[in-house]
């Protein structure tokens, strides 16, 4: 039986388990899935030893997605441009660092219809959870991709990192001036109850609106979306199994079938 571990702190919250635990189940997988708690400044040597073990992979959750970054001795592409990593592969005595966050996204978008190919697309945000998204954001082709941040620095610097790109950075105040076919929170500001400075009048019927956060009750930004009556409203639960999925996909070479275990997520969300 091969074991691999979610590291976080907290982490007790984490359904990585529950999730994985499934997905082994559903493609007959031989694996092991548990959660652990890691003390702060305490995780390259918690990994390591896990490592010494015989453990195979890791998720790594907040706050140690850019520590695990910095302990891998090869890193994909999508982990370089996003700067932190959320799955480790241990394989012939060395690391493995990628980042699912932005496959899960994408797969969580296409899955649920919603057109990114040509698509004008505002990413609110631009802390870790916006860097993540953005190449593979790109790699499906929109017409243009906005970051918009309160610190308008932080969204400029994402955006100088993809020459020929068609990827600009702007204030909220910008943004709100202009035309968007989806919009994706990437802010935290959903999790201390405050919505996106966002004009709601930049939501119609033709607007899809994402959410990257995910809880019982619709997120501040998704109940401006309802009472804007947008094309579509969707929170981030399809990305945590997303991305779930391609980490999975990564160590296992299978891929998992996600929608039944979205739809016990939901069931668990709504009790
Ligand atoms: P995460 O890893 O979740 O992205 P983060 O790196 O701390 O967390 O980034 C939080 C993001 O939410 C940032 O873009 C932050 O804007 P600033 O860069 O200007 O700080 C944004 N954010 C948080 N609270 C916000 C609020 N009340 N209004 C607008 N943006 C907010």
């Not at 040597?45 to 910095?70: C, D, H, R, S, W």
């Not at 990413?123 to 954001?137: C, D, E, F, H, I």
């Not at 082709?141 to 990192?161: D, F, G």
Request: net charge neutral.
């Amino acid at each position: 039986m091969d074991h691999y571990l979610v590291y976080g702190n907290p982490i007790k919250q984490s359904k990585s388990p529950f999730i994985h635990t499934a997905f082994a189940k559903e493609t007959n997988q031989n694996i092991e899935y548990k959660s652990q708690l890691a003390e702060l400044g305490e995780f390259e040597q918690t990994v390591k030893l896990f490592i010494k073990g015989g453990g195979k992979g890791a998720n790594v959750t907040a706050p140690f997605k850019e520590e695990a970054m910095a302990m891998c001795d090869e890193l994909s592409e999508h982990a370089q441009f996003s700067g932190a990593v959320n799955t480790l592969t241990f394989k012939n005595g060395k690391i493995y660092g990628d980042t699912t966050d932005g496959v899960g996204l994408v797969s969580d978008l296409l899955s649920q219809n919603v057109q990114l190919e040509n698509s004008r697309i505002l990413l609110l945000g631009a802390g870790g959870a916006s860097k993540g998204v953005v190449l593979p954001l790109l790699h499906q082709k929109p017409k243009h991709l906005t970051i918009a941040n309160r610190t308008v620095s932080k969204a400029e610097t994402i955006a100088q990192q993809y020459a020929n790109q068609p990827i600009t950075a702007m204030s909220f105040e910008d943004a709100n001036k202009q035309e968007f076919d989806l919009i994706i929170n990437a802010t935290s500001a959903g999790l201390t109850g405050n919505g996106v400075p966002i004009s709601e009048t930049l939501i119609s019927n033709n607007t899809a609106c994402y959410d990257m956060t995910y809880g019982k009750s619709l997120t501040p930004f998704l109940q401006m979306a309802t009472k804007q009556n947008a094309k579509q409203i969707i929170d981030g639960l399809g990305m945590l199994v997303g991305q779930a999925a391609e980490s999975f996909y990564l160590w296992r070479g299978v891929r998992p079938e996600t929608s039944k275990v979205l739809n016990e997520l939901r069931k668990e969300l709504n009790q």
